[in-house]
């Protein structure tokens, strides 16, 4: 038998050791896969979805959700609304108005199939979906008064420690290092991410001798007690990411982000097999199957679904499980904007979660929507404890009192 989702200590293995447990099968996977994830045990009656509404202000896109006996829940929708909006309102939200949200989980199968959607099956389509399921648990934890944490699991930590990036690949090695230790001043950072590579470029760099100069300047610079990690973003086949792959072995990394492209499950499996330092990879898939397959076959050491470009929690809470299993960490990727809100939601309650989670610049940008507003500080960002997503209520109406239909 496998693990119980609760002996977590297997998490600290290293590489080697993780990657030669055997004893969970693909059955216990796909169970785990297929688990229920809402408590709604606090509700005592339905709560009939009455209306979606998404709404823009401030350059920022809510969807507004609320029940016939007046519960309200709002979530905050990324910037690819602005062109996704017909498939959310056309495909996704009909379905929704007149279900009861404490069926979330049921829905979440049924939309798929409405309209025939699973045609459109992707990135786009589990975006929408995603806003919706936060629009609806905000509601639900507005209701018994709790974070959404505490309906998907239960809150275990509030602290969530941070790594910084900048996302440069025109920077020398000597202005990203400058980069990123601004970035680390401004908010107490012990870890860093860099991009490696042309971003699926068939091998290229972004400019000559940038990756290899970078990886060693970045340890020589920034020190032996900062954790490195490194996203190649689809860049290489697999002999030119197992050769980069080294050098951030002999640096001492932390971890090895997509080095191949992400539809090349069995490419980056082959850089794993030939690597000590841990793979990172999934922030392009959407695939619960896939995440499996990846999984099963050890492909990664740390899994990064997108909490927006995968579905939302209740799918990503159902990998976790997944990962959890066979001793792997999740470290989501973060989709901008207000992304960095549910990775803290979601951290605040996976015990597997990864030990860093990426500070964006979505928190100089929404943090003003909490009270106290958010900050990185001190290498951690805190999750929001209030109820629901944990917004201040008065700072968002103020917003949506002003704010234009879409």
């Not at 936060?134 to 275990?156: E, F, Q, T, W, Y």
């Not at 990962?323 to 015990?351: D, E, M, N, R």
């Amino acid at each position: 038998m496998g693990k119980p989702y609760s002996d977590l200590s297997y998490l600290y293995l290293d590489s080697s050791e993780r990657r030669a447990t055997s004893g969970v099968s693909t059955a216990e996977l796909e169970e785990a896969a297929n688990s229920k994830v809402l408590n709604v045990d606090a509700f005592t009656s339905p709560v009939i979805i009455e209306s979606m509404e998404l709404l823009f202000n401030n350059g920022l896109y809510f969807l507004r959700t609320r029940s016939k006996d007046g519960s309200e829940g709002i979530a905050v929708a990324s910037e690819r609304a602005a062109y996704l909006y017909p498939l959310l309102k056309q495909l996704i939200i009909p379905y929704f108005i007149g279900k009861d949200a404490r069926e979330l989980e049921k829905l979440l199968d049924g939309v798929y199939v409405y309209e025939s959607n699973y045609k459109l099956s992707g990135l786009a389509l589990w975006c929408c979906i995603s806003w919706v399921e936060a629009s609806l648990l905000d509601m639900l934890g507005r209701i018994v008064n709790k974070p959404i944490g505490d309906l998907l699991g239960g809150v275990i930590r509030t602290e969530v420690p941070i790594y910084v990036a900048s996302g440069n690949r025109g920077t020398t090695p000597e202005e990203e290092i400058e980069v990123l230790e601004r970035r680390m001043s401004e908010t107490g950072a012990k870890a860093v991410k860099f991009k490696v590579g042309g971003r699926m470029s068939k091998n290229a760099d972004s400019l000559a001798g940038r990756s290899e100069g970078l990886i060693y300047m970045a340890r020589r610079v920034l020190g032996d007690d900062i954790a490195i990690h490194a996203d190649g973003n689809g860049s290489y086949d697999p002999p030119v990411a197992i050769e980069y792959g080294k050098m951030l072995e002999e640096i001492d990394a932390f971890f090895y982000e997509e080095p191949c492209p992400f539809e090349h499950l069995e490419d980056t499996k082959e850089v794993a097999d030939n690597l000590a330092i841990p793979l990172a990879f999934g922030e392009q898939e959407t695939s619960m199957r896939r995440f499996r397959w990846i999984i099963d076959n050890d492909a990664a050491q740390v899994i990064q679904p997108d909490l927006q470009y995968n579905g939302g929690f209740i799918r990503n809470t159902r990998i976790a499980r997944m990962a959890a299993l066979k001793g792997i960490p999740v470290t989501p990727h973060i989709s901008g904007g207000f992304g960095y809100v549910y990775v803290l939601h979601y951290a605040s309650y996976i015990p597997n979660i990864g030990k860093f989670q990426e500070d964006k610049s979505g928190v100089k940008t929404t943090g003003f929507l909490f009270s106290p507003p958010k900050e990185s500080k001190n290498g951690v960002i805190y999750a929001p404890t209030g109820p629901g997503l944990g917004m201040d209520v008065a700072s968002v109406n103020a917003l949506l009192r002003k704010a234009l239909r879409v």
